[in-house]
Protein backbone atom coordinates (compact mmCIF):
# COMPACT_ATOMS: atom_id res chain seq x y z
CA UNK A 1 0.00 0.00 0.00
CA UNK A 2 1.49 3.69 -0.65
CA UNK A 3 1.82 6.07 1.68
CA UNK A 4 1.09 9.57 2.01
CA UNK A 5 3.35 11.19 -0.66
CA UNK A 6 4.26 14.89 -0.24
CA UNK A 7 6.57 17.71 -2.34
CA UNK A 8 8.31 18.70 -2.79
CA UNK A 9 10.62 17.68 0.36
CA UNK A 10 13.08 20.95 0.52
CA UNK A 11 12.05 24.25 -0.50
CA UNK A 12 14.51 27.90 0.37
CA UNK A 13 12.82 30.92 -0.61
CA UNK A 14 12.64 34.78 0.44
CA UNK A 15 11.06 36.13 2.42
CA UNK A 16 7.91 37.79 1.19
CA UNK A 17 7.76 35.10 -1.64
CA UNK A 18 5.50 32.30 -2.12
CA UNK A 19 4.87 28.89 -1.74
CA UNK A 20 3.58 25.61 -2.47
CA UNK A 21 3.25 22.10 -0.76
CA UNK A 22 1.17 19.60 -2.34
CA UNK A 23 0.21 16.16 -0.88
CA UNK A 24 -1.89 12.47 -2.02
CA UNK A 25 -3.07 10.82 1.06
CA UNK A 26 -3.38 7.68 0.93
CA UNK A 27 -6.00 6.12 -1.66
CA UNK A 28 -9.76 5.53 0.78
CA UNK A 29 -8.33 8.03 3.42
CA UNK A 30 -11.31 10.46 4.05
CA UNK A 31 -9.60 12.60 6.74
CA UNK A 32 -6.53 14.86 5.52
CA UNK A 33 -4.19 16.98 8.07
CA UNK A 34 -1.46 19.37 7.41
CA UNK A 35 0.86 19.65 10.65
CA UNK A 36 3.14 22.44 11.11
CA UNK A 37 6.88 21.05 12.91
CA UNK A 38 8.67 23.94 13.85
CA UNK A 39 12.44 23.14 14.92
CA UNK A 40 12.84 21.42 18.61
CA UNK A 41 8.63 20.99 18.79
CA UNK A 42 6.16 18.64 18.39
CA UNK A 43 3.71 19.11 15.21
CA UNK A 44 0.92 21.57 15.65
CA UNK A 45 -2.19 21.03 13.63
CA UNK A 46 -3.09 23.65 10.77
CA UNK A 47 -6.21 22.34 9.45
CA UNK A 48 -7.88 19.29 9.23
CA UNK A 49 -10.16 18.33 5.60
CA UNK A 50 -12.93 15.76 6.06
CA UNK A 51 -13.46 14.74 2.44
CA UNK A 52 -13.26 18.25 0.95
CA UNK A 53 -14.68 19.66 3.61
CA UNK A 54 -12.80 21.55 6.43
CA UNK A 55 -13.38 20.28 10.15
CA UNK A 56 -10.88 22.62 11.29
CA UNK A 57 -8.85 25.60 10.62
CA UNK A 58 -8.82 27.26 13.60
CA UNK A 59 -4.61 27.63 14.02
CA UNK A 60 -3.86 27.95 9.97
CA UNK A 61 -2.76 31.37 9.66
CA UNK A 62 -5.61 32.67 7.27
CA UNK A 63 -3.72 36.00 6.09
CA UNK A 64 -1.42 34.22 4.91
CA UNK A 65 -1.74 30.40 4.93
CA UNK A 66 -4.55 28.72 2.67
CA UNK A 67 -4.98 24.99 1.96
CA UNK A 68 -7.67 23.07 -0.46
CA UNK A 69 -8.13 19.20 -1.27
CA UNK A 70 -9.03 18.94 -4.74
CA UNK A 71 -12.16 15.93 -4.71
CA UNK A 72 -11.61 15.20 -1.47
CA UNK A 73 -8.12 13.69 -2.41
CA UNK A 74 -5.17 15.73 -3.13
CA UNK A 75 -4.46 18.87 -1.07
CA UNK A 76 -2.01 21.95 -1.70
CA UNK A 77 -1.13 24.03 1.07
CA UNK A 78 -0.15 27.73 -0.05
CA UNK A 79 1.74 30.42 1.82
CA UNK A 80 2.03 33.99 0.57
CA UNK A 81 3.69 35.81 1.15
CA UNK A 82 6.07 33.89 3.26
CA UNK A 83 8.08 35.38 6.29
CA UNK A 84 11.18 33.82 8.84
CA UNK A 85 9.32 31.78 11.02
CA UNK A 86 7.29 30.12 8.66
CA UNK A 87 10.63 28.17 8.61
CA UNK A 88 9.08 24.83 9.76
CA UNK A 89 8.67 21.11 7.99
CA UNK A 90 5.05 20.87 6.67
CA UNK A 91 3.69 17.14 7.53
CA UNK A 92 0.52 16.00 5.54
CA UNK A 93 -0.90 13.06 7.11
CA UNK A 94 -3.94 11.10 6.91
CA UNK A 95 -6.35 8.78 8.36
CA UNK A 96 -9.71 6.43 7.84
CA UNK A 97 -11.54 9.57 8.92
CA UNK A 98 -14.32 6.54 10.95
CA UNK A 99 -13.08 6.97 13.80
CA UNK A 100 -10.52 5.18 15.96
CA UNK A 101 -8.25 5.23 13.59
CA UNK A 102 -4.60 6.26 13.38
CA UNK A 103 -2.60 9.35 11.54
CA UNK A 104 -0.35 7.93 8.75
CA UNK A 105 2.48 10.63 7.80
CA UNK A 106 4.07 11.55 4.99
CA UNK A 107 7.98 12.49 5.07
CA UNK A 108 7.45 16.29 5.06
CA UNK A 109 8.18 19.17 3.42
CA UNK A 110 11.30 21.52 5.00
CA UNK A 111 10.53 24.91 4.49
CA UNK A 112 13.38 27.62 4.92
CA UNK A 113 12.87 31.27 4.41
CA UNK A 114 15.58 33.32 4.30
CA UNK B 1 -9.13 21.50 25.50
CA UNK B 2 -6.84 19.21 24.88
CA UNK B 3 -3.14 18.86 25.66
CA UNK B 4 0.25 16.75 26.11
CA UNK B 5 3.12 16.70 27.96
CA UNK B 6 6.30 15.35 27.86
CA UNK B 7 8.46 16.20 30.51
CA UNK B 8 11.91 14.98 29.18
CA UNK B 9 13.69 16.97 26.96
CA UNK B 10 16.72 14.45 25.80
CA UNK B 11 17.58 11.27 27.38
CA UNK B 12 20.74 9.14 26.72
CA UNK B 13 20.40 5.18 27.63
CA UNK B 14 23.15 2.88 27.24
CA UNK B 15 22.43 -0.16 24.35
CA UNK B 16 20.99 -3.07 26.10
CA UNK B 17 19.64 -0.66 29.30
CA UNK B 18 16.15 -0.44 29.48
CA UNK B 19 14.03 2.84 28.54
CA UNK B 20 11.04 4.78 29.68
CA UNK B 21 9.73 7.82 28.30
CA UNK B 22 6.88 9.81 30.02
CA UNK B 23 3.71 11.04 28.95
CA UNK B 24 0.88 12.95 30.73
CA UNK B 25 -2.21 14.30 29.16
CA UNK B 26 -5.11 16.31 29.97
CA UNK B 27 -8.47 16.38 28.39
CA UNK B 28 -11.84 15.40 30.10
CA UNK B 29 -13.10 12.40 28.27
CA UNK B 30 -11.12 8.86 27.71
CA UNK B 31 -8.59 9.92 24.84
CA UNK B 32 -6.86 8.32 22.36
CA UNK B 33 -3.67 8.02 22.78
CA UNK B 34 -0.45 7.37 20.45
CA UNK B 35 3.27 7.15 20.43
CA UNK B 36 5.19 8.20 17.52
CA UNK B 37 8.37 7.80 16.75
CA UNK B 38 10.24 10.02 14.08
CA UNK B 39 13.81 9.42 12.55
CA UNK B 40 15.84 12.37 11.35
CA UNK B 41 14.29 13.38 8.17
CA UNK B 42 11.62 11.29 8.53
CA UNK B 43 7.93 11.70 8.91
CA UNK B 44 6.38 9.89 11.90
CA UNK B 45 5.69 6.24 12.62
CA UNK B 46 3.20 4.82 14.74
CA UNK B 47 4.53 3.02 17.12
CA UNK B 48 1.53 2.09 18.91
CA UNK B 49 -2.00 3.40 19.87
CA UNK B 50 -4.79 2.91 22.55
CA UNK B 51 -8.35 3.43 22.00
CA UNK B 52 -9.67 1.22 24.49
CA UNK B 53 -9.65 -2.11 26.65
CA UNK B 54 -6.21 -3.77 27.81
CA UNK B 55 -4.64 -0.75 29.37
CA UNK B 56 -0.80 -2.20 28.28
CA UNK B 57 -0.29 -1.93 24.45
CA UNK B 58 2.11 -3.44 22.65
CA UNK B 59 3.67 -1.96 19.36
CA UNK B 60 5.97 -2.48 17.02
CA UNK B 61 9.81 -2.43 17.30
CA UNK B 62 9.64 -3.95 20.91
CA UNK B 63 8.27 -0.97 22.01
CA UNK B 64 4.81 -1.06 24.94
CA UNK B 65 2.71 1.52 26.63
CA UNK B 66 0.48 1.31 29.69
CA UNK B 67 -2.26 3.91 29.95
CA UNK B 68 -3.00 4.50 33.82
CA UNK B 69 -6.40 6.80 34.01
CA UNK B 70 -5.32 7.80 37.75
CA UNK B 71 -2.67 9.63 36.30
CA UNK B 72 -3.46 10.29 33.04
CA UNK B 73 -0.23 9.13 31.74
CA UNK B 74 0.68 6.97 28.54
CA UNK B 75 4.66 6.06 29.46
CA UNK B 76 6.52 4.07 26.90
CA UNK B 77 8.54 1.53 27.49
CA UNK B 78 11.40 -0.75 26.19
CA UNK B 79 13.33 -3.53 28.23
CA UNK B 80 16.15 -3.45 25.44
CA UNK B 81 17.14 -0.51 23.50
CA UNK B 82 18.94 -0.90 20.17
CA UNK B 83 21.24 1.85 18.61
CA UNK B 84 18.40 1.83 15.60
CA UNK B 85 16.47 3.36 18.62
CA UNK B 86 17.48 7.03 18.68
CA UNK B 87 15.41 9.30 17.75
CA UNK B 88 12.74 11.51 18.51
CA UNK B 89 9.42 10.05 20.16
CA UNK B 90 6.36 11.88 20.25
CA UNK B 91 2.62 11.12 22.56
CA UNK B 92 -0.09 12.18 20.96
CA UNK B 93 -3.72 12.38 22.48
CA UNK B 94 -6.86 12.66 20.08
CA UNK B 95 -10.77 12.35 20.82
CA UNK B 96 -14.23 11.59 19.23
CA UNK B 97 -15.47 14.16 20.79
CA UNK B 98 -12.93 17.02 19.07
CA UNK B 99 -13.03 15.47 15.76
CA UNK B 100 -10.16 13.18 15.91
CA UNK B 101 -7.85 16.07 16.08
CA UNK B 102 -4.56 14.82 17.42
CA UNK B 103 -2.14 17.29 20.07
CA UNK B 104 1.15 16.42 20.28
CA UNK B 105 3.26 16.89 22.54
CA UNK B 106 6.93 18.64 22.20
CA UNK B 107 8.86 15.45 22.11
CA UNK B 108 11.74 13.69 23.66
CA UNK B 109 14.94 13.10 22.01
CA UNK B 110 16.52 9.83 22.73
CA UNK B 111 20.12 9.19 22.33
CA UNK B 112 21.41 5.53 22.41
CA UNK B 113 25.48 5.07 23.37
CA UNK B 114 27.31 2.16 22.76
Known amino acids: EAGVAQSPRYKIIEKRQSVAFWCNPI?????LYWYQQILGQGPKLLIQ????????DSQLPKDRFSAERLKGVDSTLKIQPAKLEDSAVYLC????????????FGQGTRLTVV | AQSVTQPDIHITVSEGASLELRCNYS??????LFWYVQSPGQGLQLLLK??????LVQGIKGFEAEFKRSQSSFNLRKPSVHWSDAAEYFC????????????FGAGTTVTVRA
Open chain 1, 93 to 104: ASSLGQGRTEAF
Open chain 2, 92 to 103: AVGARSNDYKLS
Open chain 2, 50 to 55: YFSGDT
Open chain 1, 27 to 31: SGHAT
Open chain 2, 27 to 32: YGATPY
Open chain 1, 49 to 56: FQNNGVVD
